[in-house]
């Protein structure tokens, strides 16, 4: 009996392994890329090193270039742990192994009650983002002193258009003589709108005194139209004052 020796050996031989492939994380761009999410200016790690010189790992400097290319303002300090101000989290704390992680706040560790010993609620990047809690003792071996702050960039709001050159002179006895007519015109309703509510009060004097006790309902029904009449002319004059001084608010006080 004839054996196909062809099969059995290509059975028996082992099959070849794949390659093993080392895939570095770049936890200083992954923090980065982090951070911009965090305030709303996501970049991919592909658009925030596009112009950049970079070459292996992302150095410190270009990871301060590439937070302002996305609209952040940073800087980097050179300051413990312990002394980094809680206000600016979350910021980027720099490793030891050229790497880095996110801050996101600290606490004081209840299991230590003779010294002021944190607890750090940190993101490594190269696990995750979920935040992880990790102690002093770890965050000291991990921690190479310095650390990136970052904040977005205040931007002017030039929706109104570029100010123009104010005119010399004083600021409010020029701007009442630009606008003398509005402001006269004001002044005048105002004491009309003063005479006319006087109206109700000579009313009801005049109802006391002469209406009551001679029961003078004709005299009566005369003054309560005048003083409806009154009120009618107030209430105009209050409606152009208000337009008037409106009108006058509204323009700008250089032109």
Aim: charged content about 15%.
């Amino acid at each position: 009996m004839v054996t196909d020796n062809t099969s059995v050996n290509s059975a028996a031989a082992p099959q070849p392994m794949p390659s093993a492939q080392t895939h570095t994380h770049d936890t200083l761009l992954q923090s980065v890329a982090w951070l911009c999410d965090h305030y709303g200016v996501g970049r991919s790690p592909q658009a925030l090193t596009a112009g950049l010189p970079k070459v292996g790992l992302l150095s410190p400097s270009l990871a301060l270039a590439s937070l302002s290319n996305a609209g952040l303002s940073a800087g980097l300090v050179e300051r413990r742990v312990q002394a980094l101000p809680t206000q600016l989290v979350p910021m980027i704390l720099l490793r030891k192994d050229q790497g880095g992680c996110i801050l996101l706040g600290r606490r004081l560790d209840p299991q230590v009650k003779d010294k002021r010993v944190f607890l750090y609620q940190v993101i490594l990047p190269e696990i995750g983002n979920e935040p992880v809690e990790l102690p002093q003792s770890d965050v000291d071996n991990l921690y190479a002193g310095f650390a990136i702050l970052a904040k977005l960039t205040a931007k002017v709001d030039t929706r109104a258009g570029e100010e123009t050159a104010r005119p010399a002179g004083h600021w409010l006895l020029s701007t009442l003589w630009r606008y003398r007519r509005y402001y006269r015109s004001a002044a005048i309703g105002a004491v009309l709108i003063n005479v006319l509510a006087l109206a109700s009060i000579f009313f009801t004097m005049n109802v006391y005194d002469r209406v009551v006790p001679n029961q003078a309902f004709i005299t009566l029904w005369s003054l309560a139209i005048g003083v409806v009449v009154a009120m009618v002319f107030e209430a105009i004059a209050r409606y152009v004052r208000a337009h008037l001084l409106d009108m006058a608010g509204k323009k700008p006080i250089w032109c």
